[in-house]
């Protein structure tokens, strides 16, 4: 059993291949003139710039976390392409004159995006090798007037907003890589409802890394202004070298009264192989602002690729009754390793959170759960709820879970629960006795496990990232 | 039902087993034909749970010897799953738990795995529904126990309910249950021997694994075999096991000695 069952998870990587479009790239390595550069061909302002330059300043004298349950040979930093960009090409109008070599990319990730995009609803800004190439439903959405474009294109047409969100919630100093990022991000989306307006559908975004070598900092920014709500997915998926990439993007969330916001996200970049060659290093800041009463944050996500994933999707909880949400599924394989979690900080009143945390370990990998819950002084009335469990596949994998609990306010309630399981042989054996094969009991388990986390994706997400995870195990339990 | 006509779904020859390389099957002889009752009993150690694993492919337990023949079909060249869709059911002693795997979606994925097996049409959720409903009375189940998850919290005997319930969905032709008498109060046992005979008849044989005569009140053998250090030593009809009941095991393995 435990042969089949080892089988079962190495399956290669199915999206591994390379597209041939001439990239306009920076020379290697960091410094003021390639940050200039970067500015200069994405012909920015200057207060672009400067906050850029402050940002690498800062940086300068920042040193990489340490604390986290991961390991990693050091990262050469000096190494790293930090621009490179398809061909600049006139606006595109239509999906019609998107590249056709890139439509096939899409095509063989599965993301036939006009199609899905027409049929599903969903307006998709495609991000590709750090620059946006289409944005579908724009015009539509512009009519109730969103804003869903490229940040690149937000900072030449809606300056007053970027200056005025950009970095309020992730400042440029918070952190390593969050102010590496603040200093060379090439490109991300920016979404903008405005008041009293709800997003009347799902706005969607592809990621993918194209070029060896260049490392990925993405930027996103979300404002929700009051009584606004939006639904925004974020999907994954990288093709397969052998050369450690670094994605280091920074997402923030501003909501302000009474709006919502559910970012949705579906990580599978390139993983390594079974020996944990290769990978994507996965170095993400992601943090939302509830700042108005009665706003709701909710980050839903579904992690199974990346080398190594290093990210909290976090809420800040400042407004009187707002609330945040943490859902998430972490699956490590083979050589993976992932240390991840959510912070929730509770600084207003009434304010409430939510944690439902599902690792699931398989291989020789290593899956923690980090999670802060805070409550400040002022948070008077705060509840908290967490929930993290963790299952093992096979005998070589570990879990762990580290949660941390500050609580200033005797006035605020504060729950944990934990718990570790296996899929054992005994279980295996069960499924088999009733006529099903491992594949598809190990797929009915994760499932099963998972489904607290998957209610909470959209329809389509949820389809997708029950199949990933089928994917992902494929081979690997015994 | 003892039928002399009736062909012979399962033929074991000689078997021998280990696990973790110690032997427990010692060259174990048994013959069923379909429509039989069998009741195999013995002391505990004898290897009777180890036989219906053997029989059913649990990973752990390697066939050092012998053969075993299913409907004239070498046994073993099927891997487990393949061999609970050729119709060999296993009512588990120790039934497993499956958090957050519903009864009715377990039970659906495998009736329809044999469905394809056999080429039929799968159930969808709504078909699958109305048959799993009439076939949790035959077992006395509430219906509420299908949206739970697969023996998850369940008490002894309603692990044991559900275990005759997917015997009745997945209709085996040889059913094995591995002291499923055990831990059941009367009225548990009734509810499950009465399952049991429901299901019994020409096409379906049936071996009752059981420390204890009590069970065969409620179903009646036509066989009734006596295993010991890993094989069958002596066999006869029900009249055997009462005989058991007030004499004791010791009374057939000192025969053996004496023999």
């Known amino acids: 059993m435990s042969a089949v069952l080892q089988q079962l998870v190495s399956q290669p990587y199915k999206h591994g291949f390379v597209t041939d479009i001439e990239s306009e790239t920076a020379p290697r390595g960091l410094s003021e003139d390639v940050i200039r550069m970067i500015s200069a061909k994405k012909g920015e302002p200057d207060w672009l710039l400067q906050f850029r330059l402050d940002a690498y300043r800062h940086w300068l004298t920042m040193v990489e976390p340490t604390w986290q349950n991961v390991s990693h040979p050091p990262i050469d930093y000096q190494d790293i392409i930090y621009y490179s960009a398809p061909k600049p090409k006139k606006k595109l109008a239509s999906m019609d004159e998107v590249d056709p070599e890139l439509l096939r990319t899409f095509e063989k990730l599965g993301v036939p995006m006009n199609e899905r995009a027409a049929l599903a609803g969903v307006a998709v800004d495609v991000i590709f090798d750090s620059v946006s190439v289409a944005t579908t439903y724009k015009a539509k959405l512009a009519e109730v007037g969103i804003i869903f474009c490229s940040i690149s294109e937000a900072v030449h047409d809606h300056p007053e907003l970027i200056r005025k969100y950009m970095g309020s919630v992730v400042p440029t100093s918070d952190n390593f890589y969050a102010a590496l990022n603040s200093a060379v991000f090439t490109d991300g989306s920016f979404v903008f409802i405005p008041k009293g307006v709800k997003c009347p559908m799902d706005l969607s975004t592809y990621f993918r890394i194209n070029t060896q070598d260049s490392g990925q900092f993405e930027r996103t920014l979300i404002v929700a202004e009051e009584g606004a709500s939006v639904s925004y997915l974020e999907g994954c998926t990288a093709p397969k070298f052998d050369t450690n990439q670094l994605h280091a993007a920074v997402v923030e969330l501003v909501a302000l009264d009474d709006a919502d916001i559910k970012y949705s996200t579906v990580q599978n970049w390139y993983a390594g192989d079974e020996n944990g060659v290769g990978g994507i290093y996965n170095f993400v800041t992601k943090r939302g602002l509830c700042q108005g009463r009665n706003s709701k944050i909710s980050w839903t996500q579904v992690e199974t690729g990346s080398a190594i994933t290093w990210k909290y999707p976090s809420c800040v909880l400042l407004g009187e009754g707002s609330s945040g949400e943490f859902y998430s599924v972490a699956l490590t394989n083979h050589m993976q390793q992932a240390d991840t979690g959510t912070k929730m900080i509770h600084v207003g009143k009434n304010t409430r959170s939510k944690i439902v945390s599902k690792g699931i370990s398989a291989g020789r990998s290593s899956n923690s759960y980090r999670g802060l819950v805070k409550i400040g002084a002022s948070a008077d009335g705060a509840r908290n709820y967490s929930q993290c469990d963790s299952m093992l596949i096979g005998d070589r994998c570990s879990a762990n879970t580290f949660p941390y609990l500050t609580v200033q306010n005797p006035a605020s309630i504060v729950e944990h629960e934990a718990t570790t399981s296996k899929i054992g042989e005994e279980q295996l054996f069960y499924f088999a006795q009733r006529g099903v094969d491992a594949e598809q009991a190990i797929s009915m388990i994760i499932n099963g496990f998972c489904r607290d986390v998957f209610i909470h994706l959209p329809m389509e997400f949820a389809v997708e990232a029950t199949k990933l995870l089928g994917l992902k195990l494929e081979g690997s339990v015994g | ?259």
Do not use: C
Not at chain 2, 140 to 159: A, I, Q
Not at chain 2, 227 to 245: F, P, T, V, Y
């Open chain 2, 1 to 259: 039902m003892i039928d002399n006509n009736a062909a012979t779904l399962l033929e074991v020859r000689n078997l021998h087993a280990t696990v973790n390389g110690v032997p427990i099957l010692k060259g174990l002889d048994l013959t069923v034909r379909a429509g039989e009752v069998h009741a195999i009993m013995g002391p505990n150690g004898s290897g009777k749970s180890t036989f219906s694993k053997v029989l059913a492919g649990h990973p752990a337990y390697e066939v050092t010897g012998g053969e075993v023949l299913f409907e004239g079909r070498n046994l073993f060249e099927l891997e487990a799953d393949a061999r609970a869709r050729a119709g060999v059911f296993l009512a588990f002693q120790y039934p497993v738990e499956i958090p957050g795997v519903t009864n009715s979606a377990f039970l659906r994925l495998a009736y329809n795995a044999k469905a394809i097996e056999e080429g039929r049409d799968e159930l969808d959720p709504l078909e699958f529904d109305d048959l799993v409903r009439e076939k949790a009375k035959l077992v006395e189940m509430d219906p509420s126990f299908l949206d739970r998850s697969v023996n998850d919290g369940f008490s002894g005997g309603e692990k044991k309910r559900n275990e005759i319930l997917q015997m009745a969905i997945l209709e085996p032709k040889l059913a094995i249950l591995d002291e499923t008498d055990s831990g059941l109060d009367i009225d548990a046992l009734r509810i499950v021997a009465g399952g049991v005979n429901a299901l019994a008849g020409p096409g379906r044989a049936i071996v009752m694994i059981t420390h204890y005569q009590r069970l065969l009140n409620y179903i009646v053998p036509d066989h009734v075999h006596v295993m010991a250090d890993g094989r069958i030593l002596k066999s006869g009809d029900r009249s055997l096991a009462l005989e058991l009941e007030s004499r004791g095991y010791d009374w057939v393995t000192g025969a053996r000695q004496a023999a």
